[in-house]
């Protein structure tokens, strides 16, 4: 079988490394198509990708004809245009986190995937492809350390990227711990409450932070998680206390960021999502669980300036994802 002609869209630092990622260690695709309006981000891009096209606009990449998949890693306010574009041309889209920046337009997406009759869409959240993560969610699920009471989750960053405002504590770090949780816990979010300390004064532009997010699942399970952006290293560390046990993953090497803790996540999700456009089977993190988490986002980001919990409302998971 030929290999799968992927377009990826985006060619910042996410979307050079999934280009890398594509080309040199998952098997059975290739990049075919760079979208990058950015001259120099494509030029670069390109030459990790060789026999790649380069071009500005998705539009232009559906036109050329050459693509059976697409991979989306630009901005999370163009997630919307760009998944929706491939939807409409019954192409199957891997598209980072967030899904979209907002319920409204991420249900958009699920009612256009679900008026088309099959799954298109995969969400990237990359922490349910580490190792270390999917061995404590099998932990919780079998119930051989009994029940879940609640989980401590750290998160921490060494700074942040240019343009990052408050708000995306919630929306681009957070959101993370937002799918997480859930997916380790199998049970959804009821509500989030943010606390704030002492604002770290080494921290960049206008962040008070770090923050304490207290979330309550609807099973009564307690989550908290730090999320904190002036760290002195990348930590992601998450504390299991079940009933006959306590499990702490995420402990293990010293990380500047996410590309190199989370690489072989990473590598098995890309590769995963290959496999399984080619099985015309997608499986991984739907477009449901990213709605899902945009409506946690929606309620993280009151939070931020609300006294006490917001609660989450989330509706019925449709049939078509359950
Ligand atoms: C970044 O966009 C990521 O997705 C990282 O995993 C997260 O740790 C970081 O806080 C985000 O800014």
């Given at each position: 079988m030929s290999d799968l002609r992927v377009g990826v869209v985006g060619a910042g630092a996410m979307g050079l490394n999934h280009v890398r990622r594509l080309t040199?260690?998952?098997?059975g695709a290739r990049v075919s198509v760079v979208v990058e309006p950015d001259r120099a981000r494509r030029t670069a891009a390109l030459a990790a990708a060789p026999g790649a096209v380069g071009v500005a606009g998705l539009d232009e990449a559906l036109a050329v004809g050459v693509l059976d998949a697409v991979l989306v890693a630009a901005p999370g306010t163009l997630h919307a245009g760009a998944v929706d574009a491939c939807l409409a041309a019954g192409l199957p889209v891997l598209c980072?986190?967030?899904?979209?920046?907002?319920p409204e337009s991420a249900w958009r997406l699920l009612e256009a995937e679900q008026a088309g009759g099959r799954r298109l869409i995969q969400v990237?959240?990359?922490?349910?492809?580490d190792a270390e993560y999917a061995a404590l969610r099998a932990i919780v699920a079998d119930g051989r350390a009994g029940e879940l009471m609640m989980i401590h989750a750290v998160h921490r960053n060494v700074g942040t990227p240019p343009g990052?405002?408050?708000s995306m504590l919630i929306t681009d770090s957070v959101v993370h711990e937002l799918d997480a949780v859930p997916w380790l816990a199998g049970s959804p979010i009821a509500s989030i409450e943010v606390r704030r300390g002492?604002?770290?004064?080494?921290?960049?532009?206008q962040l008070h932070e770090p923050i304490l997010v207290l979330l309550q699942l609807v099973d009564g399970t307690l989550a908290d998680v730090e999320m904190?952006?002036?760290?002195?290293s990348y930590q992601v560390i998450t504390e299991a206390v079940l009933t006959g046990d306590v499990v702490r993953i995420g402990e293990a090497g010293h990380h500047a960021d996410y590309t190199t803790r989370f690489a072989a996540a990473y590598d098995s999700e890309v590769q995963a999502w290959v496999d399984s456009v080619a099985a015309q089977a997608i499986s991984g993190p739907s477009a449901w669980d990213g709605y899902a988490a945009a409506v946690c986002c929606h309620a993280g980001v009151q939070a931020l300036t609300t006294e006490g919990p917001v609660v989450v409302d989330l509706p019925p998971t449709p049939a078509f994802y359950a």
């Open positions: 040199q260690r998952t098997a980072e986190k967030p899904l979209t920046p907002d990237g959240f990359m922490r349910r492809y990052y405002v408050e002492r604002p770290n004064p080494c921290t960049a532009g904190n952006v002036s760290a002195s």
